[in-house]
């Protein structure tokens, strides 16, 4: 039995051990050897990778297994998104290894600091149990709150640390209120047990419904949807961006998780009841992330608020309460990571040394300057706005038909409206590259590594908008589709 | 019919990766990248034309036609065919692939590979818009093509280009995402994308009016309708000469034929319902936007505005069959203004191309659109004033150029429905006269007006070689229309015979 577990959880327990086993050899590592920190971190990618694919606990009929007494639950959805989670992070390394050397910032604190939050990432997605949930969390808000810290003398940094410290904490504490009232209620800690638990309570029980509406709020934090939005433009502005990219792509699918396993496996008896917060949430989301947006000179600020309404799209994915539903918010979130990746990928190709190519004055004339480039940030944009043959379109579409299937016909109109709204600033990106004249005419110097990431990251773009038949179906089988 | 090799395929993709591959060869190579471009859509254009040779008339059919699966999880299939509408709006487009890229030769000097690229690939997105026989294929066809579009303006247009491209994509946009909205709701009721399965699936009149005003949010912002055309005279005036070509010769004529492909056949009660809608606001486009073109000082955006007018006929006869059917026994002029419509789409694709290339010449000259600093130009360009005074006349309907033929059948047509209907729709022969030849007046007639039209040179070779072959094309659907109406004809029968048809009635919903 306790191998069974071990094997379960193997994935999980090589990050863990891995994470450590960089925090100490960087000890032994001067300046110039430090490249093997790098390496170490992206194998520990590729054998969790292996890892999570090998394990073999799929026999005929079951699609799932649990470990440790029922709090962890190993499933096909949650091994997509752990795959992707480890694709999207070994984008972010390659990317940040650049980024970080050009200021001056490569030490190994990123990749074990990121290391613990991906350990985190696992933990939740596999989380079943109310227990196994905070823990993951707290993991990866833990190490994010020093990530976004990681430029120690940089104000603006240390204030997005300390902001997103405080309103974190407070979005953990509404969690956890809200899991102990239920925990209250059904008396168990167990997700499955919880369901059952509240069929015999009856769904209107006040105190489920008090918290439910905690869960929520702190699930909402966690995502960043309006009105729970605030921390986001800060901290995206004020973190590296490295740091950005990371914290905008790899959590994102694990929130995705958290809601599920929390909504669906735990409270699906209430679907009547979250299922209305969520449409809120997502309207104003929708809403609000794409028309401040236009307001926004700053590329990471902008990116910042088209992630908002992206986590409204997302939400518009899992209120329905169907597969299908399921299955397009998932699809949604594992492309938003990956659209974020190749967009804040751009921003840290452009920073020259020591400055932040973060304006969007600096992406001027990118056309004049590298046409390539200019194409793979065109991409990410048309992909964003969600217009055909990109792959956001198909995101887009897959929710929106989602919310039709549900019979919610005004939501689906709000979402595609504001998606129009949201294209003018996704456009004005492409109209800085292509029909501006450049401001500097400096060359665009990268590794090769670099260089081919991005370019791959663009190409996916197109690549799973034309081929995306595969993914969807991946998708929408996790939820049995 | 089934061809033995993928002639549609060939005709998408072919331009696309061609397209693409002329970017590759980088922008200091621009004599380059021209000669891949007029080989790539030259090979396109002569393979088109096995369409038209091949094409089986007798059958309203889908013919070419192939089938593969794209994205089960949904139903989508790459599924296309072409049937009497689309075949002549393909061969339109591939024609005018091949006269953009002659046209832009020498007038664009800066990123010669990527201007070339975007039209080629623009190119391919419209041979497949006009193919695809699925709904979703058909969707990613129509809003890529604002991408390349987009940047064509963007880029090489006017000093309001950014004001203009940005206008004209997000009117496109928010038009077509209702009609989105419409395809998934058809989809999540019939289980499928098949335009034609749809064409065949009973819905109720209430859920066909919602249907009907989504396609219409779409298809009227591209066609374009009053009284959302403004997107059209900016983004003209704006465009650079070929851009405003594909524009107007093509883009354009996507509104027509979603009309055709979409809102008559799958919701043809609603359209009966409303067609009183749609009639009028082609009347007001086509006398009140004929009045706003008199009035203009631009002649790109005099062009701009009779274009609107012209597709008012397009409209116009396309939805005057219900009210034939009302007022007449036979119903055969319904026929006359479906035909009428689909002549006047394609008469007006060469017509206002070549405008566009007329004023191109000029502006390529002297670098203004105005009509006040030309006058005499006949004087120094003989050439020239002798085929633009010809394709003006086209455009104002002279019999004998293509102008006439779909303008006459529409009124033909309209004169069935309702005599009122016909008199103000042939009120546009004396506008469009008006504006057309008062124009040909003041650019073209009278003394030199001033030292730069004195110094004006005729048209060189190259201009020529367009110009002519459009004058060619503009006489020769005027005076012998008939292998195009051929084409058609079994399809409109088919299409007036469904759309008789109450759909709601046949499951007795």
């Not at chain 1, 603006?156 to 209620?185: D, N, P, Q, R, T």
């Not at chain 2, 006017?158 to 009117?171: C, E």
């Not at chain 2, 006058?375 to 006349?393: D, E, K, R, S, Y």
């Not at chain 2, 058609?488 to 048809?501: N, P, T, Y």
Request: glycine fraction near 8%; hydrophobic fraction near 60%.
């Amino acid at each position: 039995m306790n191998n069974a577990n071990m094997m379960l959880a193997a994935p999980e327990f090589w990050v863990l051990a891995m994470a450590c086993v960089i925090l100490i050899v960087d000890l032994f590592l001067d300046e110039e050897r430090r490249g093997i920190i790098h390496l170490l971190a992206m194998l520990t990618l590729v054998f969790a990778a292996i890892m999570t694919l090998r394990s073999n606990y799929v026999s005929e009929g079951v699609h799932s297994a649990v470990a440790f007494n029922g709090s962890f639950i190993r499933d096909p959805m949650g091994d997509v998104l752990k795959l992707f989670s480890f694709l999207v992070l070994g984008i972010v390394y390659i990317y940040a290894k650049f980024f970080l050397r050009q200021f001056r910032m490569f030490r190994a604190d990123f990749y074990t600091l990121s290391l613990f939050a991906l350990l985190g990432v696992m933990l939740l997605i596999s989380a079943n149990s109310l227990v196994m949930v905070y823990l993951g969390l707290e993991l990866i808000s833990l190490s994010s709150y020093a990530l976004v810290a990681f430029d120690r003398d940089s104000r603006i940094g240390s204030e997005a640390a300390m902001k997103y410290f405080v309103l974190g904490s407070m979005a953990s504490g509404m969690l956890l209120y809200g899991m102990s009232m239920i925990y209250g209620a059904t008396g168990t800690m167990d997700l499955y047990q919880v369901s059952t638990a509240v069929k015999s309570v009856g769904s209107d029980d006040p105190l489920l419904v008090f918290g439910l509406v905690f869960l929520v709020a702190g699930l909402a934090f966690k995502l960043g949807v309006v009105p729970f939005h605030m921390w986001i433009p800060d901290v995206y502005h004020g973190a590296p961006v490295a740091t950005t990219l990371f914290i905008s792509s790899v959590p994102k699918m694990a929130a995705f998780a958290m809601a599920f396993r929390l909504l669906q496996t735990g409270l699906g008896e209430m679907q009547g009841d979250w299922s209305q917060m969520l449409s809120i949430l997502a309207v104003l989301s929708i809403i609000l992330g794409n028309v401040v947006a236009i307001a926004q000179t700053n590329i990471k600020r902008m990116l910042a608020y088209s992630t908002i309404s992206h986590m409204g799209f997302v939400l518009l994915g899992l209120l329905p309460g169907t597969a299908s539903g399921y299955g397009a918010g998932m699809f949604y979130v594992i492309v938003y990571s990956l659209m974020s990746a190749a967009g804040f990928g751009m921003v840290m190709l452009l920073s020259a040394r020591g400055v932040e190519a973060d304006k969007l004055d600096d992406f001027k004339g990118l056309n004049q300057r590298n046409s390539w480039y200019a194409a793979v940030m065109a991409m990410v944009m048309f992909s964003m706005a969600g217009v055909p043959v990109f792959v956001g379109f198909f995101a887009k579409w897959m929710v929106i038909k989602a919310a039709l299937d549900a019979g919610l016909m005004w939501l689906a109109i709000v979402a595609v409206v504001f998606s129009v709204v949201g294209a003018f600033y996704y456009l004005r990106v492409v109209k800085l590259m292509y029909f501006d004249e450049p401001l500097t005419e400096s060359e665009i110097d990268a590794p090769v590594d670099f260089r081919a990431a991005i370019s791959l990251n663009g190409i996916m773009m197109i690549g799973l908008g034309i081929f995306s038949s595969s993914l969807i179906a991946v998708c929408m089988a996790s939820f049995g589709a | 019919m089934s061809s033995t090799w993928p002639i549609l395929s060939v005709l998408i993709w072919l331009p696309i990766f061609g397209g693409l591959a002329v970017i590759a060869v980088g922008e200091h190579r621009a004599a380059l990248a021209r000669l891949m471009a007029l080989a790539i859509a030259g090979v396109t254009f002569i393979l088109s034309i096995t369409l038209f040779t091949a094409f089986d008339v007798s059958t309203a059919a889908m013919q070419f036609t192939e089938f593969k699966p794209w994205i089960a999880t949904f139903d989508i299939f790459y599924s296309l065919g072409v049937d009497g509408f689309s075949v002549p709006l393909i061969l339109l487009t591939t024609f005018f692939g091949v006269l953009v890229v002659i046209a832009g030769w020498e007038v664009i000097q800066v990123k010669v590979n990527q201007y070339m690229a975007a039209f080629l690939i623009m190119e391919g997105l419209m041979v497949g818009v006009f193919s695809a026989t699925d709904a979703m294929l058909f969707y990613v066809f129509f809003e890529a093509m604002l991408i390349p579009m987009f940047l064509v303006i963007g880029m090489w247009g006017g000093p309001r280009r950014v004001y203009a491209t940005i206008k004209f994509f997000l009117y496109t946009f928010l038009g077509s995402v209702f009609m989105l909205i419409g395809l998934i709701y058809l989809y999540i009721q019939s289980g499928s994308w098949s335009i034609l399965e749809w064409h065949q699936f009973p819905l109720t009149l209430s859920v066909q009016k919602w249907l009907f005003l989504g396609f219409l949010a779409a298809f009227s912002v591209k066609i374009p309708m009053w009284p959302v055309h403004t997107w059209l005279p900016d983004a003209h005036v704006e465009a650079p000469t070929g851009g405003s070509v594909v524009l107007a010769a093509i883009m354009l004529k996507i509104g027509g034929y979603g009309f055709i492909r979409f809102s008559l056949p799958i919701t043809p009660d609603a359209a009966a319902a409303l067609d009183w809608l749609i009639i009028t606001l082609s009347l007001i486009a086509v006398v009140y936007i004929g009045f706003v073109a008199l009035v203009q000082q631009d002649m790109k955006k005099l062009i701009a505005y009779s274009s609107i007018s012209h597709m008012g006929f397009v409209t116009l006869g396309l939805f005057i069959a219900f009210a034939v059917f009302q007022n007449t026994e036979n119903g055969r002029g319904a026929a006359l203004g479906v035909e009428g419509a689909m002549v006047q789409m394609i008469s007006h694709g060469f017509v206002s191309g070549a405008l566009f290339l007329c004023v191109g010449v000029l502006y390529d000259r002297l670098h203004s659109r105005m009509i006040a600093d030309y006058g005499g130009v006949a004087n120094t360009m003989p050439w020239f004033a002798a085929l633009a005074v010809l394709f003006f006349m086209a455009n104002s309907g002279l019999p004998g150029t293509s102008g006439f033929v779909g303008e006459f059948m529409v009124i033909l047509a309209a004169f069935q429905a309702n005599f009122w209907y016909a008199f103000l729709a042939a009120i546009t022969l004396i506008l469009g006269a008006a504006y057309s030849l008062w124009l040909v007046k003041r650019v073209i007639f009278g003394e030199v007006a001033n030292q730069n039209v004195a110094q004006l040179e005729d048209i060189n070779a190259r201009e020529a070689l367009v110009l002519g072959t459009l004058a060619v094309a503009v006489l020769l659907v005027g005076l012998w229309p008939e292998p195009l109406v051929n084409l058609m004809h079994a399809s409109v029968e088919q299409l007036l015979q469904h759309i008789q048809q109450p759909k709601f009635s046949v499951s007795g919903i």
